[in-house]
């Protein structure tokens, strides 16, 4: 289970598909299904073609099952968030100023 939600990494380009290709064991992802079921249907296609491929080698390693790096959605170094902020006048409540901040 990984939980991020409120987290900056959520607003990153494709953040969840990202995640779900380095973490293929990852079950929950911010309270929801990491997972659809077409998406566990391939993975499991997959894995079975893998082990088909190298049952001659009787142990089968690990990395075998890894996603290729070739097909790894790549991660960028960085990320530019732009936001706004407005100014609100005759709001009434508590204002947070550098006095009482």
């Known amino acids: ?16 598909e990202i995640l ?14 990491a997972f ?3 998406e566990e249907n391939a993975k499991k296609k997959r894995h079975k073609r893998v082990q088909a491929r190298l049952a001659h080698l009787g142990d089968i390693p690990k ?3 890894k996603i290729p790096e070739a097909d790894l959605i790549p991660i960028q170094d960085s990320t530019v968030l732009e936001f706004e902020l407005r100014l609100l006048n005759n709001v009434q409540g508590v204002y947070i100023n550098e006095t009482n901040c």
Request: charged residues 20%.
């Open 1 to 16: 289970m990984l939980y991020l939600t409120g987290n900056p990494l959520q607003l990153t380009p494709n953040y969840r």
């Open 20 to 33: 779900k290709q380095r973490f293929q064991s990852l079950r929950i992802l911010d309270g929801t299904t």
């Open 36 to 38: 659809t079921e077409a």
């Open 63 to 65: 990395d075998a099952f």
